[in-house]
């Protein structure tokens, strides 16, 4: 562990405008599809429009008579030079892993699967061509809801007997992090209360808005690879890995990349394709995909039924918790699509300190589009199962949400705390930040305008909901990742270059698409080295500057990138201290560094960090033995998760008349640890609450019966604009972490993870004296009103005083008004 | 996305326009603010061989008074629609339904004439054209004829207006001093209505005299709902709701993701009233 840094700072907490965002906003920059190069060819995909089908045979004569088409290639031709999409995160030695060619040969999976690649010297050419290519189908029954796949009657791979992928599961007594989770529930059901739960993940789409684009350059010694990805390393590995091209023949760059929330850490099949075709023509090529092929193509998020099995004494105080998720993986495994849910298994216990527990997740097959990581993965379905059933439990136990967290959480000096899944938190105060949040809300007045509300009958309803939630990131210690048969490691690497002429390179392995890495890394090596902000760069996203790194996701840059940086800096300063104390005639024992000055102590003699870079660079006066430079690199490999916490703090109103919700008020009191930019940090609070409240008001990838995306374009996937958002209130408490230098947290995700749970408990809260328990997302005003209308029809059969939902056989045991309009097939 | 290659044909008279037309037979399209047409050339739902841009005709743009009529020229854009204060003053109800349409960008585009020919079920303009008594003017090779609104609508994008035809102008009586009001229902701000209410009312001494309704998304084509029209006259603003229940009588609304039928049976109903009652108060 390293003890917090308390050195003075000047740049760390400053809310600099981010440096990168005249070019990344004006759009003047390199987006991969803006690059050009000579000769260059242009790529458009055959893609499939059935879930499930053999392909009898492929009619590329006419499409390669096309004017300007120079190929067109079948599956069958890039046969053996096509490499293949990998998955780095087997969850069990046995899973099911279907192979997934980038263009499958003889079977698609899934409706927009690749079947063929035209080629020409114009993207319109190529676009016209493909129209021409005359695919025979055979089509096979497609598996499309996941329950139905569980019966394993349908397959979505045949060959592979099954549709199940893996069952794992964690149990807090046979790992010894606590108690036998059936005895609690056992033990509720004869004296306490059992609340049993299914909740429903939809199926999300990742929306970034730059469509995903490769540039691929087979000249020259390195093949060059331009793409739209968070992840160049990964991207470099498993090219290598399955292509058969030494590693160090392949360059991969990731110029300016518009966004990504996970969609984006894919090693693609356009991306496998297009390089197959480049090296096949030896001529640079670029496929830069439609936004209709990004919404079947690019992989999907979420996707899950969770069922929950709660057991508390009558008082409140939760003694178990099971969890038994089925999670939908799509066709195929994607590159940690069978760990997303996995990662749940830390997290559905969230702040509570729960006696037992169990995890218990089933990975699924089906003919739909694949699904990985999308902000927050496996964390979000977490935090949105346990913070839903925690109001449940303050429902039945009578007492406000609040209430119900307070007695069961984890409180301020609790910490270090290992939790029931074996996770050590290492610093937080939920009391400190439910407090302001509390505070700034207005909870009581809001609390009393709900009771006038209902008592008037007032058409509008009011509903108030709670999100306690904490979120493990900054992914990820190498030892626990290992310890889970994930095929990577963790850590992140960093390179400062002091130049000669004062100015500074950072270097750094964490790949941006959008979070400011180039302002934060530039504010932390600035009061570090005490070099002007504007006189450092920060450069990433190329294996040839950058050529070690894990790229960005899971809120992982600051907490453990960051890290890296500020050891890399630390040994720039280490360096140049025999240096400084020979060019000052001085011990280096009497130096003291600080403010970009090394002095000697006592004196007033001094050196500047980058005088003594100038002077390495001409390396004319050096003490013996001294190698001429002062650059470093750092690996860093983190300790421990990022634990960061918030309090959010949701107002909804119903109109019972339509089903129509509004939002009325939103606060949250994040606790990220230092915060070293606030307006970079504010911006992505902003932006990740917005993403969950679309989860839970207005985003769900819908398919119809023939396993067609429903709602395949931004016409019917309803993404929120600002025009849909209200002003949010967001302030924070600072829990340094113990666990990195500066005290950071992970802010990445938190915004999304949190604010699901908040936006739908305020709705049920709404109508929940109107006998309402759930309303599925996305909350449409259609389903809302159903609920309403249902619960008012069967509101006349009295409740049973202490009945307590059981699961049945095989039906969700939802509220009947909960709505289940999700198509036919879920 | 990008469309299959056509020929961009850009006539600068009517005369002109339609002898092109006449010319190009089944492969012409008419390119109006192309809010509508475009995506469709762009996912490739249709290639024809020539586009005919009415852009140029300047003579189709803008709003006359016609005395007892305004005379919107087809090509004028939504914005200039929105903007204009014959409209405001004489047809307040396009005024209200045509700044909801998507967005400011689509409204600077995206003309009347083009989503009335165009025809979605769920676009804003054609309730209240309907519910204005609008006529059309359609120009043809056999000339000029007129078309009330209520013949205009035939189906799912398709009105009155043949192949090689053009809408030239939509003329809307004078509703001075009526209030009105467009109660439109999305679950996001740029969305088409789910359902949409139009509603003008000319009230006299608190009580409704003359009430027009229509009603987008219940049907193929916009509808009146001229039960409702006429149980509202005599109506207060307190005694709206009876009046208004019979809203979705007869209408064959469409189910999709958004919602089925029935809970759009009963939006109209409910947005029906809301919009009389706002109506009634300007
Ligand atoms: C993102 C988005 C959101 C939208 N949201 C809404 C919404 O909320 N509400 C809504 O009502 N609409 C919405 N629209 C559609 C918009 O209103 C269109 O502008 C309108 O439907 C078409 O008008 P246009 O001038 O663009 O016509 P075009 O797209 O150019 O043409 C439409 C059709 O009409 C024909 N045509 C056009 N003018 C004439 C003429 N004078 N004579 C004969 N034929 C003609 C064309 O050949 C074509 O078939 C939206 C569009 C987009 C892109």
Redesign the pocket.
């Known amino acids: 562990m390293t003890a917090v840094d308390d050195r003075p700072t000047t740049e760390v907490g400053r809310d600099r405008r981010r440096k990168e965002d005249q070019r990344l906003i004006t759009g003047r920059t390199r987006w991969t599809d803006n690059i050009q190069l000579p000769g260059m060819l242009h790529l458009a995909m055959v893609r499939s429009p059935f879930a499930h089908a053999k392909i009898l045979s492929i009619g590329t004569d006419e499409a390669k008579a096309s004017t300007g088409v120079v190929a067109v290639y079948t599956g069958a031709d890039l046969a053996d030079s096509q490499g293949v999409n990998i998955n780095a995160w087997p969850i069990t030695p046995d899973q099911v892993t279907p192979t997934h060619l980038p263009v499958p040969a003889d079977r698609v999976a899934h409706s927009g699967e690749i079947v063929a690649v035209v080629v020409a010297r114009t993207a319109a050419q190529a676009r016209d061509a493909a129209e021409l290519v005359d695919v025979d189908y055979e089509e096979l029954p497609a598996v499309l809801d996941m329950k139905e796949a569980l019966k394993d009657e349908v397959l979505a791979h045949p060959d592979s007997g099954t549709n199940k992928s893996a069952f794992w599961k964690l149990d807090s007594k046979e790992q010894g992090s606590g108690g036998d989770v059936d005895e609690a529930i056992a033990k509720a059901r004869q004296d306490g209360i059992v609340i049993e739960r299914e909740y429903r993940q939809q199926r999300l789409v990742p929306a970034f808005m730059e469509p995903r684009s490769t540039v691929v350059d087979p000249t020259g010694e390195q093949i060059s690879i331009w793409s739209a990805t968070q992840v160049p390393h990964i991207l470099r590995f498993a090219i290598a890995a399955t292509m058969g091209i030494p590693e160090s023949k392949v360059r991969v760059i990731a110029p300016d990349v518009g966004g990504g929330f996970g969609g984006k850490l894919q090693t693609t099949p356009e991306e496998f394709a297009t390089i197959a075709v480049a090296r096949k023509l030896g001529k640079p090529c670029k496929y830069t995909e439609t936004r209709s092929e990004t919404m079947v193509s690019a992989h999907h998020g979420r996707d899950q039924w969770q069922k929950l099995t709660l057991s508390a004494e009558k008082d409140g105080t939760v003694t178990g918790l099971k969890v038994e998720l089925l999670a939908d993986l799509g066709a195929y495994v994607a590159i940690v699509g069978g760990g997303v849910p996995v990662l749940g298994a830390w997290m559905f216990n969230s702040i509570y300190k729960f006696p037992a527990y169990q995890f218990n997740c089933q990975t699924i097959l089906t003919n739909k589009t694949w699904v990985d990581a999308y902000r927050g993965a496996g964390r979000p379905e977490a935090t949105y199962a346990i913070e839903r059933i925690m109001d449940e439990l303050a429902a039945e136990v009578g007492v406000d949400p609040i209430a119900i967290r307070e007695k069961n959480w984890i409180t301020h000096d609790e910490f270090p705390f290992t939790t029931v899944a074996g996770m050590t938190y290492d610093s937080g105060n939920y009391e400190a930040a439910t407090e302001k949040a509390l505070e700034l809300f207005g909870y009581e007045e809001l609390r009393a305008e709900q009771k006038q509300r209902r008592e008037s009958g007032d058409p509008v309803q009011l509903g108030l909901g709670v999100s306690t939630f904490t979120e493990m990131c900054g992914l990820a210690p190498s030892r626990v990742l290992g310890s889970l048969s994930y095929g990577a490691g963790g850590w992140e690497s960093a390179s400062i270059r002091m130049l000669a002429t004062g100015t500074v390179e950072v270097v750094s392995g964490a790949t941006p698409h959008g979070q400011g890495h180039e302002t934060a890394w530039s504010q932390i090596v600035a009061d570090r080295l005490g070099i002007p902000f504007e006189n450092i760069e920060v450069l990433h996203g190329d294996t040839q500057t950058a050529p070690k790194g894990l790229d960005t996701y899971g809120s992982r840059s600051l907490v453990v990138g960051g890290e890296a940086i500020v050891r890399a800096a630390d040994k720039v300063i280490e360096k140049a201290k025999p240096i400084a104390a020979h060019l000052l005639e001085a011990s280096v024992d009497d130096l003291e560094f600080s403010a970009g000055q090394f002095t000697v102590k006592g004196t007033d003699k001094g050196i500047g960090l980058t005088d003594i870079a100038l002077a390495t660079f001409a390396a004319h006066n050096l003490p013996d033995g001294v190698e001429p430079s002062i650059d470093a690199d750092a690996t860093y490999d983190p300790v421990n998760f990022s634990f960061p916490h918030g309090t959010h703090l949701c107002a909804m109103e119903v109109d019972t008349e339509t089903g129509a919700t509004s939002m009325r008020k939103y606060v949250c009191v994040d606790d990220i640890g230092t915060i070293i930019n606030p307006l970079i940090v504010e911006g992505q609070v902003h932006g990740g609450l917005v993403q969950g409240i679309a989860q839970a008001l207005w985003e769900g990838a819908e398919y119809d019966e023939q396993g067609t995306l429903v709602s395949g374009s931004f016409v019917d996937y309803t993404l929120p604009t600002a025009a849909d958002t209200i002003n949010f209130v967001s302030e924070h408490t600072v829990s340094p972490s113990t666990t990195n230098t500066l005290g950071t947290k992970g802010v990445g995700e938190a915004g999304t993870i949190a604010s699901t749970p908040a936006v739908v408990n305020a709705i049920v809260d709404a109508v929940r004296h109107l006998g309402i328990d759930d309303i599925q997302m996305p909350c449409t005003p259609e389903r809302v009103w159903k609920a309403i209308q249902s619960a008012g029809s069967h509101q006349a059969a009295a409740p049973v005083a202490d009945a307590q939902p059981h699961f049945g056989d095989d039906a969700p045991n939802q509220d009947p008004a909960a709505g289940s309009t999700d198509g036919a097939a879920q | 996305m990008i469309p299959a290659s056509f020929d961009y044909l850009a006539p600068t008279s009517v005369e002109e326009a339609l002898s092109v037309l006449a010319e190009a037979g089944d492969d012409a399209?008419?390119?109006?603010?192309?809010?509508?047409?475009?995506?469709i050339l762009r996912m490739r739902l249709n290639a024809p061989e020539k586009v005919v841009d009415?852009g140029r005709i300047e003579a189709?743009r803008g709003v006359r008074d016609g005395g007892d009529h305004l005379a919107i020229g087809?090509?004028t854009p939504y914005s200039d629609v929105v903007a204009n204060d014959l409209v405001r003053e004489h047809a307040g109800l396009l005024a209200r339904a045509v700044e909801?349409?998507?967005d400011p960008q689509?409204r600077h585009?995206?003309?009347l004439?083009?989503?009335l020919?165009?025809a979605?079920p769920?676009?804003?303009?054609g309730a209240p054209v309907l519910a204005l008594d609008a006529t059309m003017v359609v120009v043809g090779p056999g000339g000029e004829r007129t078309v009330p609104a209520t013949e205009f609508f035939h189906d799912l994008f398709e009105t009155a207006?043949g192949d090689g035809?053009?809408?030239?102008e939509i003329r809307i009586p004078k509703h001075t001093g009526w209030g009105s009001a467009y109660e439109k229902f999305v679950r996001v701000s740029?969305?088409?209505?789910i359902v949409a209410v139009a509603a003008t009312v000319r009230v006299e001494g608190g009580s409704i005299a003359e009430a027009r309704v229509g009603l987008t998304n219940m049907g193929n084509t916009p509808l009146r709902a001229t039960a409702v029209e006429q149980a509202l006259v005599g109506s207060s603003a307190s005694g709206l709701a009876d009046a208004c229940a019979a809203a979705a009588e007869g209408t064959n609304p469409p189910s999709d993701l958004n919602g089925d039928a029935d809970y759009r049976r009963h939006l109209a109903t409910v947005l029906t009233r809301r919009a009389v009652q706002k109506a009634m108060e300007g």
């Open positions: 399209k008419v390119l109006a603010g192309g809010q509508s047409l475009l995506p009415l189709l087809a090509m909801t349409v998507a689509i585009r995206g003309t004439g083009g989503a020919v165009h979605d769920a676009g804003d303009v207006v035809e053009l809408l030239t740029h969305q088409w209505s």
